[in-house]
């Protein structure tokens, strides 16, 4: 009797440490993921380049999978770019991975689309990522982060031309100084190294422009560029004397490239195509500004540019 009650015994206690087994599940830890750099890496007057790089770990045991991840790109709070991308990444157990989200933004989609930061020199950012993976028993699992930071905000400088000096105007030909007008919007230092093109008046040809030295445009001011040309009737036509010496409105149309640097650590030289055009202020000797003769308002003003850019002239 005793030894088949303790063969009851046996078998119970095998039953039940059987049935505990067969319920006991492994612990699956979430994986660890963490933001290692983001990095700039292209600048310039159109564009910025970064790269986030992620580092994950796997805690577990057991071996997981990355299928993708989604991320949203916003810009003071408002999302600017959005996606998802299925790059399928397979961790060991207890292993680790990189991994590395490229972005590349406009800056003029994001002055067109960001009106907060229009007059701003650098914008806060947010990079929210979610990441996708298969975990063993627990399924399929999204697990998100974020990372925030500061770029700057890079804007093409402004070219205008703002008058048409007529210096001198003869039977054969007419002296004509040409007033250019520069911004730079930017909190740093540009240097033009080359200025190039093409200057129609009227839609006629009148000059091709060139700056033969470098010019330094101060961070956030106007500068003033001069430009003196000589004008052959012979050679132009009786059309152009008409119109200096008439009322009639004369209009511009210039079109070359100029090649900048900047004193921004990381941003590129860059040539940059010029095609601005519009109406343009004819000043000759006989008429006044405020006053003032517009002979000596106008040397006054670009004088010191002549005689840096293409040496003195002659009054």
């Known amino acids: 009797m005793i030894p088949l009650f303790r063969k009851l015994a046996y078998i119970t206690l095998i039953l039940i440490l059987a049935a505990s087994c067969a319920s006991v599940k492994p612990v699956i830890l979430d994986p660890e993921v963490s933001v290692t750099e983001v990095r700039v890496t292209e600048l310039s007057f159109y564009e910025i380049s970064l790269e986030m790089e992620l580092l994950i770990t796997n805690p577990n045991p057991l071996g997981i999978d990355l299928e993708g991840f989604d991320y949203d790109f916003l810009i003071n709070d408002a999302s600017f770019i959005r996606g998802n991308q299925e790059d399928k990444v397979s961790l060991a157990a207890h292993g680790k991975s990189s991994l590395v989200i490229p972005f590349t933004l406009n800056y003029q989609n994001m002055y067109q689309t960001m009106v907060s930061i229009r007059d701003s020199r650098e914008s806060d950012y947010k990079i929210v990522t979610g990441l996708h993976f298969v975990l063993p028993v627990l399924g399929e699992q999204r697990l998100e982060l974020a990372h925030e930071g500061q770029i700057p ?127 343009i202020e004819l000043i000759k000797p006989a008429s006044t500004i405020e006053g003032q003769h517009s002979s000596q308002k106008i040397e006054d003003t670009i004088e010191g540019n002549l005689l840096n850019i293409f040496g003195a002239y002659s009054r």
Request: charged share 25%; net charge negative.
């Open 153 to 279: 905000l890079i804007r093409l400088p402004r070219f205008s031309f703002e008058s048409l000096y007529v210096s001198s105007l003869g039977l054969m030909g007419a002296d004509i100084i040409i007033l250019m007008k520069v911004q730079n919007p930017n909190s740093f230092d540009i240097n033009l190294k080359e200025f190039q093109g093409v200057l129609k008046v009227n839609k006629q040809k009148w000059a091709e422009l060139d700056v033969p030295e470098t010019v330094f445009f101060p961070s956030e001011e106007w500068r003033d560029m001069g430009f003196q040309i000589r004008l052959e009737f012979l050679s132009m036509g009786r059309t152009v004397r008409d119109l200096l010496s008439g009322e009639e409105a004369l209009f511009y149309d210039y079109q070359g490239q100029t090649l900048l640097e900047s004193s921004l650590e990381g941003l590129k030289d860059a040539y940059l195509p010029l095609d601005v055009s519009g109406e």
